[in-house]
């Protein structure tokens, strides 16, 4: 098992977040979380990465239980994105020191030593991400996508064993999105046994790759399994509160709200 979590609660401020969930990710999966504004997502990854401690309950990554080791150590198999680490990172790194910090998964170079493969490493992928004449810019002083990008490369040059990805897509335009998705599919022919788990509020951004879904609502389980039979008008529809229909074809999936029938008696047209 690479990630398993029993009967985890999170509490912040007071509120419970997560909630009694249970969840399971084995090698080779690729999971979508899906859920409403405040159903848990980001807070559900942020357990899975460690950067966040379960208020109840038991967390084992990558066959490690967390509270009996090293977090440090464990951290640097584990490729996290996402924006409540991003807020982290001190802004006036610049954009390829930002994906030095991946190996060792650290939030600042300050003091650090980066061996030769990491230093080349990192230039191949500020290349492949269209961030190379960025390089040397501060991370607050790019585009929210170009943050977005350089993130990914972060968690990349790493080459992790679990990759866990908080809205990837965040402000990237058509082109930027479609880019991003074409290369978790690579990644995921590449290297079919590392498995991923992608939190997204749009259908419209799930990878043609995604074998699993997770269906999150007020920080609990809804529905969790095979995303043909878990990403479903019916499900979703039932977890968000409103009526979607979801259209899946060529491998990518939208989602639309149905249209309300009109009440009889209602007023007329034309």
Known sequence: MVLEMSAVSLIRGGREVLSDLDWRVRPGER?????????GKSSLLEVASTYEIASRGRVDVLGARVGTVDLRQLRRRVGYAGAPLARRIRPQLTVRDV???????????????????????????LSELGLAELADRRVD????????????????VAEPDLLLLDEPTAGLDLAG?????SRLDAMGDADPGRPVVLVTHQLEEVPASSTRALLLRD???????????????EALSECVGAAITVEHRDGRYTARRRPQPLRSGGAKLG
């Open 219 to 233: 920080g609990r389980v809804f529905a969790a399994g095979p995303i043909e039979t878990t990403l479903t008008s």
């Open 99 to 125: 994906v030095l910090t991946g190996p060792r998964a650290m939030l600042s170079t300050f003091r650090q030593h980066f061996a030769s493969t990491d230093r080349i490493r990192a230039e191949e992928l």
């Open 177 to 181: 999105r479609e880019q991003l998705l």
């Open 31 to 39: 999971w979508v979380v899906f859920g409403p504004n405040g159903a």
């Open 141 to 156: 002083q790019v585009s929210e996508g170009e943050r977005q990008r350089a993130q990914l490369a972060r968690v990349l």
